[in-house]
């Protein structure tokens, strides 16, 4: 069996994602991890047995034995570190976002193109069995066209620091890092229209709401307290296809609780991905709520992962093209960036 040489790049939350993944990939040897912060690698190489140890991306780059990396560190390094691994010759899985600008994802793009190395892009969402269950329905039709759908990821207290609240390492707040995951689930399923307009507001009103006190929430692992990243992005996102797309995201919000929820609504039926699965349509002139009978309703993060992990060995081994190419990744930095435009000069910003 050809099995793929594997590196890590970042070592922090989300590399135990990817690690615990590839370690249970039969087709995968860990080879080598980098991380800045050369303690943070070296635990994660002891608790993973990998041999080789890194701080410089370079240095595991220039490693002929890796074929492949994932990128899991701050989001503006990831079109950087992308551009590079491609050119050393590795194939890439890169977190979302794909990077911070539609420039940087362009330039990814032409790298991958110029290369023909694969750039899987982390859309973690895409491979949940949820969306592959709505997926198969959209699939034959049931759900009809797709004309409207309607996505909230609304944390009360959630703004995590570090890193996430530092708008030059991040690229912005809330949309950027979850808004992402949610307009592009939405936009998958919607059968990847293209985009004609995005209409956006963001909101900076609460700050990271570190004073509250009884209540704890996830910090980053290098938690500070700056912030400069707006607390709630809006959007509307119009396409050529007529469709639309609603959405609302928040790191902090007068929110009763947390809330999440992704919807779609066709001619035929309508779905519900989150807060749990759902397929709504009409039956000898009655409604029907169909509730599908699955292990998890709602989205099961270590299944996902697995999933998006042995699909991109799959990819690199087979030569085939992954289901979140680097097009889907420019297309979503598209939108992302406009709806930050168009908060920012207060109008609607036609494509
Ligand atoms: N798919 C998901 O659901 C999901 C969830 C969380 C985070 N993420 C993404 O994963 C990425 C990392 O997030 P995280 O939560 O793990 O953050 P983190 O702060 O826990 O870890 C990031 C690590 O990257 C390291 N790093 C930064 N720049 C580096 C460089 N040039 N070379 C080597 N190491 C470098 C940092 O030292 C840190 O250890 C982000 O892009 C984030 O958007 C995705």
Redesign the pocket.
Known sequence: MSKLTVGV?????????HLNSYERNERVKLNAI????ED??QRKAKKYGIKKV????HDLLADSKIDAVS????????A??AIAALKAGKHVL????LCQTVEQALEVEQTVKETGKLLQV????RYANNTGIIKKFLDAGELGDIYYAKATCLRRLGN?G???SDKT??GGGPL??LG??VIDICWYLMGRPKVKSVSGNTYAKLGNRSNVQNLSFYK???YNLHNDVEDLASALIRFENGASLMVDVSFTLHAKKDEISVKIFGDKGGAELEPELAIVTEKHNTIINVQPQVDSLTFD?VQ??QS?IDHFVGCCLSGEQPISPVADGVEVMKMLCAVYESAEKGCEIQF
């Open positions: 790049i970042g070592a922090g939350s989300i590399s135990e994602q980098c991380d800045l912060d943070r690698a890194y701080t410089n991306y990128i899991c560190t701050w989001n503006n390094t990831h950087e570190i890169v977190e979302k976002p982390g859309f973690v969402r995590p570090g890193w996430f390492r991040s950027i890092d992402v995951h980053s692992a290098d993060f996902a992962f998006e």
